[in-house]
């Protein structure tokens, strides 16, 4: 089946989506529209991409009729505009995060429930390569039972210059990152019992925290230790996106930032460079984006071509919100906080 997908949207990230949408054409995906409030934006990524521009979403919905609508707009204008693509019907995915708070990403699910419509949310960590390896090698019992973790992200890139909007935010670092890495950690350690969090805001100019490092005690009774920063002062600039240590019963498997993977399995010892051959120095986080939001998109249109729940269904996406909201919670009362 094919799919006719309309993009919202078409700042900073959307140029993601709008390469992943183009690549995917042999995959059945059609991108017959892009929007954005700004006619310049819709017009160039409409020159870009041959798709059709729009400025209004009520427009492109009467007019275009997609099957498929791939919102990439920011979170504050998440809602409305599912409300009005769950009225149409029309299958609906969202940018992480949701909504900027739990009580708007559980509106969402349930507007979109009401409605019938398909929801998916594009959380593409999980999908980065090097993440996908390492899933398979726990899933292969080359480790044993995972129990214990540490995942993180220090960068050294200026990420306020691509989204200024950051030093505005009300709840910055755990919401719009911790996020992804608390994914990871639902999928390599399982479901999550307690969250502990200690916050910092080390850059004065940012109004609100720019530093997370959390515990999790998970239901299986493994510990992760789940980190990140917008302040780190690290070059040379990773190749990862997130790096990690886990270690299980059999084995660990530690991904430097680097993108090296390292594994050790019942006492052996091996090594693997996750490098891709098609990979750019100049702009290393560059790479990791593309890749893991193509991929992010290619599985969601599966599933809807499919007629099944994405892996990254709303209901998904709030197990993994209930733990950035217990964060902020424990950050605040100085106590583990379960989700
Ligand atoms: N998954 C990731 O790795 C990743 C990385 C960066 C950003 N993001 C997410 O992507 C989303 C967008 O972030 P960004 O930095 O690209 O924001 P941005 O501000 O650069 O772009 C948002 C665009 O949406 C447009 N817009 C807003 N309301 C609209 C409406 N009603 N109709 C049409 N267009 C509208 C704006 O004009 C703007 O051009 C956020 O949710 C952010 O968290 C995800």
Redesign the pocket.
């Known amino acids: 089946m094919s799919a006719r997908v309309a993009v919202?949207?078409?700042?900073?990230?959307?140029r993601y989506h709008l390469a992943a949408w183009t690549r995917l054409r042999q995959a059945g995906a059609e991108l017959v529209a892009v929007?954005?409030?700004?006619p310049a934006?819709a017009g160039r990524a409409a020159a870009e991409t041959g798709a059709a521009a729009y400025t209004d979403?009520a427009t492109l919905l009467a007019e275009v009729k997609p099957d498929l609508v791939d919102i990439?707009?920011?979170?504050q204008?998440h809602l409305p505009?599912v409300r009005q693509c769950a009225a149409v019907p029309v299958g609906i995915i969202v940018?992480?995060?949701l909504a900027p708070n739990w009580a708007d990403a559980v509106t969402i699910v349930e507007t979109a429930r009401k409605a019938n419509a398909f929801l998916a949310v594009?959380e593409?960590f999980r999908y980065q390569a090097a993440m996908l390896r390492v899933g398979a090698l726990i899933a292969s019992g080359a480790i044993g039972a995972p129990n214990w973790a540490r995942i993180a992200f220090r960068t050294g890139v200026d990420v306020y210059r691509n989204?200024p909007?950051f030093y505005d935010e009300e709840r910055l670092v755990i919401l719009?990152l911790g996020i992804h890495l608390l994914d990871l950690a639902r999928v390599f350690m399982g479901e999550v019992e307690t969250v502990y969090c200690e916050t910092q805001r080390r850059n004065p100019r940012v109004r609100a925290e720019d530093t997370a490092t959390m515990l999790l005690r998970h239901v299986s009774g493994a510990r992760s230790v789940v980190e990140c920063t917008y302040e780190a002062r690290r070059l040379p600039l990773a190749r990862a996106e997130a790096f990690l240590e886990i270690e299980g019963s059999d084995g660990s498997i530690v991904l430097d930032r680097q993108l090296q993977l390292s594994l050790t399995s019942r006492g052996v010892e091996s090594h693997e460079d996750l490098t891709p051959a098609d990979f750019d120095p100049a702009d290393p986080a560059a790479y990791v984006?593309r890749q893991s939001v193509e991929e992010t998109c290619a599985r969601i249109l599966r599933a809807f071509a499919a007629g099944e729940p994405a892996a990254t269904s709303g209901d998904d996406n709030l197990k993994t919100y209930a733990l950035v909201e217990a964060a902020y919670r424990s950050a605040a009362s100085g106590r583990a906080e379960r989700p």
């Open positions: 919202i949207g078409c700042g900073y990230f959307a929007c954005d409030l700004d934006k979403v990439a707009t920011r979170m204008t505009l940018q992480k995060p594009h593409n989204q909007y719009d984006a």
